[in-house]
């Protein structure tokens, strides 16, 4: 509760800030000490409980993950703010304003991580994406950037649209908003036999297979992922940065909790006797989204288009946790949250301060500038899922997760061959940082020379990847405290 | 059949002609108005379930103000059906593959209920919609919801004046 | 099969109230077009209208009579359906409002009690306003179904307009709606009424002044008319009309008027009510017929003080116009509606 209500303040601080303080640089300065102490306080509300105590019928619910998530989500944005603020500046003449709609981003994310009811699933939606959209489209004078916010506002209120005609569904097939009544009251009432196909309403299934459809949407799963290279390609890179990390872990997120508070309630035999296989239509989500994110981001011939498809490729990783709804997928989501989205702000925090985006363009970085070379390194390798590094823990605890649930070889055996393709791409980038020589000896790969002190963040942040991933309990640990 | 009955047959079938009609219609200015008819024929349910206070909020915010600002653009825009531009025969084709996977989904879901068959809508039930219950319910049990949609609410005014002012 | 159980005497009883309420308005919009040139004429020192009738009285009649043997042209390029929908929306909507107006308090016939209000809905101020909304498309297609570009311009900026001025109406209805605790017309005359309640006019001044303006603009009445600009559009929206289906429009905003009147004196000049004077001692009929008089007395003075303006005040420039709208009324009108909210509770407490 701390985190969501201080985060919206913290929005209207800032909005107020481009009224009353005129320093541009001064913005970042009120944004890290607001981020600071919103994660004082969500660390605070982990331990000793909320500061304001809100009855919110039983509509969002603070346990240890939601809250957890919260703090991996705000130290992220906090690492964000530290590497692109400079880049956030030169967007355009809001800059304040930009911060502001960052941080409704965030607010929507922590109620995401909170919501218990599916209206609160519908709000933090919506929180979420309609800053996105303006974010998208806010370098005004350029084309792309506005094809990109128009093609995300349109298809995602349709995909929202979606979601509530889904919500209105389930509503009407069960009654209730709640998230551990959305199965059919039938079942518990009256101490009534196992739920059979007569009491699982039609409504509650159509309905809740349209939100699937929608969250599919918003996590850009195959194949409800076309809008995502154009938007990723066309928005500014610094919020590109931001939509692939934070934003993305905090759908996927939502979507675990719903399917976990659904399973908990229908066993798969009951799914069965009406037809419908979740377990299928995920798996077939995720086999669809693994292929089309990896074929397509084998092909590019730019880099920030290649990793908006790879982060196609990783959302079929993600995936995998709403495949096998266990205590490990949990685990794994909040791990992947943190080795996904840390590498990607990395790899966009070096991205958005080339001159040319093309693989190309990233040729003999390594001789120019061995230290973001080498931190770049480590964020790709992490992304790839090469040992040593968190992603590789981030991946084994997804595909392990899936091993619990027992007889789904099949589908680890999937997961571990696409992630073998994805090594082909990343080290494209590699191979060209390293192995090739730019054309251009004499002007660098970057815009300008980066700052030390952005140096020393990125190998920070590069040095922070290989701890998670050598010691990815360290992590966890916190989970459980 | 009571009056009831008979009203909310009419309004089902304007309801349901009103929303093909958005669809079909070749002239821009003409789905905006079938739109309307669309949100009358949905205010007019509303009344039967004896919410008049969302039925005529329905027609206040949606039919009185929302679409008024979509008539207002389309009219400046002079949208009309020549100027609409010609889509390629395969992209019609896989717009139709899609929209019917999705409805062969529904329609099987729908028919492999069971609970469903042989019931109606209900009518004349509920005071729920009165606007007396809706502040109750919306200010103690929804306070919550009701109160984060305000940062929904400044996330789209905020964006609002970002997209729309003029860069110095 | 019993189709349908119908209370039938209700049945006739609304069905007559309705023919009376509708042709009173349109008579009274008839006369309203003479009393506008007659108040003209005083305003400038002229005669007016005086050949027609004794005084010119029977003006009006000539003047619909006109109407309807001139020539309906409808353009060729203009779409034709949209065309006449125009101006039958924009007549409807203006004679729907008068629905849940309280033209009276009830009156007694053989019995029974019959209210002098078409429906008393629980919802009526918002119906109002959601009719007030309707009434932008008639001059929206009007304009557009045109086909002329004066027309379109003028039409868009009547809709932008009533839009506009919408917002800070509808904020001083809710600051009325928190003083009587209803959404109901006649539970807000009822309680005006009542003893130790003053008019509302006493409790909202502000509001009334920011209500008035509004309602002006709804009307599209001058200092307001944008919309038929003459001297920018021509003549605005109605440009490409001729014949009944201009002479619609032009009634439709005297209805509009005398609409506006009656719900302003309904909200806050106690619509029926008679000042000083305690009409349950009376008997129930005189009461009715003297709170009719009542109402109406008010409703005329409203409908002079349209016309006083019209000669008085120039029109605003457009950019004046959504000024006026959106700086200075709307921010008035939620200091209003706050004051009064802290108010009411401060002395609930």
């Known amino acids: 509760m701390n985190a969501i209500i201080l985060s919206a303040v913290l929005g209207v601080v800032m909005m107020f800030s481009s009224v009353l303080v005129s320093n541009q640089k001064a913005y970042k300065g009120i944004a890290l000490v607001g981020l600071l102490i919103i994660l004082i306080a969500n660390i605070n509300e982990t331990y000793n409980g909320p500061i304001f105590e809100i009855n919110t019928y039983n509509m969002l619910a603070f346990d240890g993950f939601s809250l957890f998530f919260n703090t991996i989500a705000i130290v992220c944005t906090g690492v964000y703010f530290i590497l692109t603020s400079k880049q956030i500046e030169k967007v355009g003449g809001h800059t304040a304003e930009y911060f ?131 938007v990723y390609y066309g928005a500014p890179s610094v919020f590109t940065s931001f939509m692939a990390s934070v934003v993305k872990a905090a759908a996927f997120v939502a979507f675990l909790k719903l399917f976990i508070a659904r399973a908990a309630g229908t066993s798969v035999d009951v799914s069965k006797i009406i037809g419908v296989d979740w377990k299928m239509i995920v798996a077939i989500l995720i086999i669809c989204t693994l292929l089309v994110g990896n074929i397509s981001a084998v092909r590019q011939q730019n880099v920030k288009r290649m990793l908006a498809y790879s982060s196609i490729a990783q959302a079929g990783f993600m995936l995998f946790a709403i495949f096998s709804l266990n205590e490990m997928a949990k685990e794994g989501i909040l791990l992947y949250a943190v080795a996904y989205s840390l590498a990607t702000i990395g790899i966009f925090a070096i991205l958005s301060r080339m001159k040319d985006y093309t693989f190309a363009g990233y040729n003999g970085l390594a001789k120019s500038n061995p230290a973001l070379a080498f931190a770049n390194t480590v964020f790709l390798l992490s992304l790839a899922g090469i040992p040593l590094t968190a992603g590789f823990f981030a991946k084994y605890y997804m595909l392990a997760s899936v091993m619990q649930t027992g007889h789904y070889m099949w589908l680890v055996i999937v997961g571990v061959l696409f992630a073998a393709v994805s090594a082909d791409y990343y080290f494209r980038v590699i191979q060209s940082m390293y192995f090739k020589n730019s054309e251009s000896e004499n002007e660098g790969q970057l815009e300008e020379n980066p700052s030390n002190i952005f140096k020393i963040t990125v190998v920070a942040l590069a040095i922070v990847i290989i701890l998670v991933g050598v010691f990815p309990n360290s992590v966890l640990y916190w989970l459980y405290n | 059949m009571s009056a009831t009955e008979i009203i909310f047959w009419i309004l089902s079938v304007l309801a349901l002609v009103s929303g093909l009609m958005v669809i079909f219609s070749k002239n821009p200015v003409y789905s905006v108005l079938w739109l309307i008819s669309l949100f009358f024929a949905i205010s007019g349910h509303y009344i039967l379930m004896n919410a008049q206070f969302l039925a005529i909020v329905n027609i206040i915010v949606y039919a009185g103000a929302i679409m008024v600002l979509f008539l207002f653009v389309i009219m400046l825009m002079n949208l009309s059906a020549t100027a609409e531009p010609k889509k390629k025969v395969w992209m019609k084709f896989t717009g139709v593959i899609s929209g019917g996977l999705l409805l062969w989904i529904l329609l099987s879901v729908v028919r492999s209920s069971i609970d469903m068959r042989g019931k109606i809508a209900e009518v004349k039930t509920g005071d729920i919609g009165l606007v007396e219950n809706l502040g109750k319910v919306l200010f103690t049990e929804y306070a919550v919801p009701f109160e984060i949609c305000s940062v929904l609410f400044l996330s789209a005014m905020v964006g609002a004046v970002v997209i729309g002012k003029k860069e110095e | 099969m019993t189709l349908l159980t119908i209370d039938w005497s209700l049945i006739i009883e609304k069905l007559v109230l309705i023919a009376v309420v509708v042709l009173g308005s349109l008579v009274v919009a008839l006369y309203s077009t003479y009393a506008e040139r007659k108040v003209a004429a005083f305003m400038q020192d002229r005669l007016g209208p005086n050949r027609a009738g004794p005084f010119g009285l029977l003006q009006p009649l000539a003047d619909g009579a006109k109407f309807f043997f001139k020539e309906d042209v409808i353009p060729v390029l203009a779409n034709k359906w949209l065309f006449i929908l125009g101006p039958t929306i924009a007549m409807s909507a203006a004679l729907m409002t008068s629905a849940v107006v309280p033209w009276g308090n009830h009156i007694e016939i053989g ?149 506006s009147s009656a719900v302003i004196v309904t909200l806050f000049f106690g619509g029926y009510d008679i000042p000083f004077l305690d009409e349950s001692k009376l008997n129930p009929n005189t009461a009715a017929i003297l709170g009719i008089i009542a109402l109406m007395a008010k409703v005329v003075f409203f409908i002079f003080l349209f016309m006083w303006v019209r000669w008085t005040i120039p029109r605003f420039r457009y950019d004046q116009l959504m000024n006026l709208g959106w700086k200075k009324l709307l921010p008035l009108a939620l200091i209003n509606m706050l004051v009064t909210a802290a108010v009411i509770l401060w002395l609930h407490k």
């Open chain 3, 111 to 259: 019995g029974r009690i019959i209210s002098l209000q078409i429906a008393d809905i629980n919802i009526g101020v918002l119906y109002v306003f959601g009719v007030v909304g309707m009434g932008v498309y008639g001059i929206m297609i009007g304009g557009w179904a045109s086909n002329n570009k004066f027309s379109l311009l003028a039409a868009l900026r009547g809709a932008s307009q009533v839009i506009s001025y919408e917002l800070p109406m509808g904020i001083c209805m809710i600051t009325l709606i928190m003083l009587s605790g209803s959404l109901s017309l006649k539970d807000k005359v009822e309680q005006q009424m009542s003893s130790g309640h003053l008019w509302n006019i006493v409790y909202q001044p502000l509001g009334f002044v920011i209500f008035l303006i509004c309602a002006f603009a709804e009307c599209n009445r001058t200092p307001f008319d944008l919309a038929e600009a003459e001297n920018e559009l021509n003549m605005g929206y109605h440009q490409e009309y001729s014949s009944m289906k201009l002479g619609f429009y032009l009634f439709a905003e005297y209805i509009n008027m005398l609409i």
């Open chain 1, 100 to 230: 502001t709609l960052i941080f409704f981003v965030l607010c929507g994310a922590t109620i995401l991580s909170a919501y218990n009811n599916l209206l609160m699933l519908f709000i933090g939606i919506e929180i979420l994406t309609i800053p996105l959209y303006i974010l998208t489209g806010s370098k005004k004078k350029d084309l792309k950037s506005n094809e990109a916010a128009l093609k995300y506002f349109l298809m995602g209120s349709f995909s929202t649209g979606l979601m509530l005609m889904g919500i209105a569904l389930i509503y009407g097939g069960t009654g209730t908003f709640a998230l551990e009544k959305i199965i059919p009251a039938a079942a518990s009432a009256q101490g009534a036999p196992a739920v059979t196909a007569q009491t699982l309403s039609f409504l509650e299934v159509g309905g809740m297979l349209l939100v699937t459809f929608s969250l599919a949407f918003k996590v850009s799963a195959a194949p409800f992922h076309f809008w995502l290279p154009d």
